[in-house]
Structures are given as C-alpha cells and as structure tokens.
C-alpha cells in the first residue's frame, strides 16, 4: 500500500512561513485526491486543504489566502505552503491521498508549532 512521509515541520514565530512536504512511496495518480489535515490538543482533525483529481483546491476559511496546496509529479510529493501563520494554527499536520473508489491512506504527521 501506499506509503506517505509528511516532513518540514517545526518550530516558527507568529508571521512566519512553513513548507510543508508529503512524500508518497508510489506514483501519484492524476485521479488522486491529495489533501491536508490538522489536528490541535483537544481538537477533531479537521480539513485545511486539498486538491483534487480534477485540479481544483480548496482551503478551509480559516487558511484562505495564506496557505497553497500543490503538486510536484516529478518527486511523487505534495506541498502545503504556509505564509502569515498565527498561533492558531499550532497543530500536527496529516498528509491524506484518496483514490476515487474511497480507498485512503494517512502519513503519520508532522507537529508544527507557531510561536510568539
């Protein structure tokens, strides 16, 4: 099955950005949905973006205009660009591919922190 590796957590300041990557162990197929989950202490995971078979993305209200999902086919990874992040956004971020039929993988996660 697939395998996902999320990396490019860490620790940064209120303002800052973040790259978050997301490895796949096999070829991402173009009729894959590609999406990003966080999770806060105490808190359901919870949707903040994904992009799907068809190309389109969509974004949480919460990140609109200060987060991006892509692609990048050639190294078989998805991207979250994080811009202005706030404290709020403190959580563990889970990478998440869907296949059309529903069958769905996680990665493990990947702890970001925003800091004053």
């Known amino acids: 099955q697939v395998q996902l590796v999320e990396s490019g957590g860490g620790l940064v300041q209120a303002g800052g950005s973040l790259r978050l990557s997301c490895a796949a162990s096999?070829?991402?197929?173009?009729?894959?949905?590609m999406g990003w989950y966080r999770q806060a202490p105490g808190k359901q995971r919870e949707l903040v973006a994904d992009?799907?078979?068809?190309?389109?993305?969509n974004y949480v209200g919460a990140v609109k205009g200060r987060f991006t999902v892509s692609r990048d086919s050639a190294k078989n990874t998805v991207y979250l660009q994080m811009n202005s992040l706030k404290l709020e956004d403190t959580a563990v971020y889970y990478c998440?591919?869907?296949?059309?039929?529903?069958?769905?993988?996680w990665g493990h996660g990947t702890q970001v922190t925003v800091s004053s």
């Open positions: 998440n591919l869907v296949r059309p039929w529903g069958l769905s993988f």
């Open positions: 096999e070829t991402i197929l173009s009729i894959d949905t």
């Open positions: 992009i799907t078979s068809a190309g389109s993305t």
